[in-house]
């Protein structure tokens, strides 16, 4: 981790300079709906570049970049496939990423040398101001050291980053909590990449069946889609407050505190079950057990419908970091 403290900034009275900072080649938190993202002029690899050296991010991972609006996307790629066009026309801006071929302006280090890129519009102003105002595509994984947890707050950004960042823009708490759903709708049939913030029902209902590709251990085809991931620094594992086996542990809960009150540290994501506010709270929960000196966190699985088929992936992959 980086030690300082990057500057922070309003998110509504702080876009021009960091747009500034952005076409300068700087690196600029910036909060989305979904969560913070560690941002860089997409056009400009030795910016990307910083990308990977600040999140100590394997070079084999790739970026996603951001536009401001749905228009930029054929000024960028050029045509695009009509399944994709259908997308974007339905679901942009929101948590949708779609997968396009990498047209020659986006230097290859952003998408690791794929011949593909991942692109969405944001559903967040302030993001989309930031974008518009620095007036170039912007490469933006989330704002945290790889395969830790993802950030939804500034604060988080700041604590793990430090001044490996030049800017933080402070939007509050991001809306959705989770990442965007990553699709690739270029072929006879789409493939959900990643799970994510727009639950697969909601595609299924605009464009039919989709395919669900699970995570990979390999070279990843998508950013984010690495079968251990999203990890807080405390272990962690999937199970039931019955499973507690001792030592000061955390449990994170979906609807309610266990009985059992021997936990060291407790956090409810839901108490009216509400898979949403669930997604919502996830990381921050996360963020809070792990800096409550818990050895070890329990974290107790949602339903496996929605989004909380996205909120159950992030568990299973924090819980495959450490096993």
């Not at 876009?15 to 076409?23: G, N, Q, T």
């Not at 620095?134 to 395969?147: E, I, K, L, Q, W």
């Not at 000061?248 to 060291?264: I, M, S």
């Not at 956090?267 to 809070?288: C, I, K, N, Q, Y």
Request: overall charge negative; aromatic content about 4%.
């Amino acid at each position: 981790m980086s030690t300082g403290t990057p500057r922070v900034l309003p998110a509504d009275s702080g876009i021009d300079e960091a747009a500034a900072v952005l076409r300068a080649g700087g690196l600029v938190a910036f909060p989305t709906e979904t969560v913070y993202g560690l941002g860089a002029n997409a056009l400009d690899a030795r910016a990307a570049a910083r990308i990977f050296e600040a999140k100590a991010r394997p070079s084999f991972d790739p970026l996603i970049s951001h536009l401001a609006d749905a228009a930029d996307l054929p000024a960028l790629v050029g045509a695009v496939p009509p399944a994709v066009a259908a997308l974007v026309e339905r679901f942009w801006p929101g948590p949708l990423t779609l997968i396009v071929d990498r047209p020659a302006a986006i230097p290859p280090i952003v998408t690791s040398g794929l011949e593909t890129m991942a692109v969405r519009v944001p559903d967040e102003p302030a993001a989309r101001a930031l974008i518009a105002a620095a007036g170039v595509p912007v490469a933006a994984p989330s704002a945290n050291r790889f395969g830790q947890l993802s950030p939804t707050r500034a604060e988080h950004v700041v604590a793990g980053l430090g001044a490996a960042v030049d800017v933080v823009l402070d939007g509050g708490p991001t809306r959705c909590g989770i990442e965007s759903t990553i699709v690739d709708a270029r072929g006879e049939r789409p493939v959900v990449l990643r799970l994510g913030a727009l639950p697969v029902e909601a595609l299924v209902e605009a464009i039919g069946p989709v395919d669900v590709r699970q995570g990979s251990s390999g070279q990843p085809v998508a950013p984010g889609t690495l079968a251990a991931h999203y990890a807080p620094r405390t272990p962690l594992r999937v199970g039931t407050a019955a499973e507690r086996d001792g030592g000061r542990q955390g449990f994170l809960a979906f609807r309610e505190a266990p009985a059992d009150g021997d936990w060291a540290a407790v956090e409810v994501l839901s108490p009216d079950g509400d898979l949403t506010a669930a997604a919502a709270r996830l990381f921050d929960a996360l963020h809070r057990l792990d800096a409550a000196g818990v050895t070890g966190i329990v974290a107790e699985p949602v339903p496996d419908e929605g989004v909380g088929r996205a909120i159950n992936d992030r568990l299973r992959r924090a819980a495959a970091t450490w096993r």
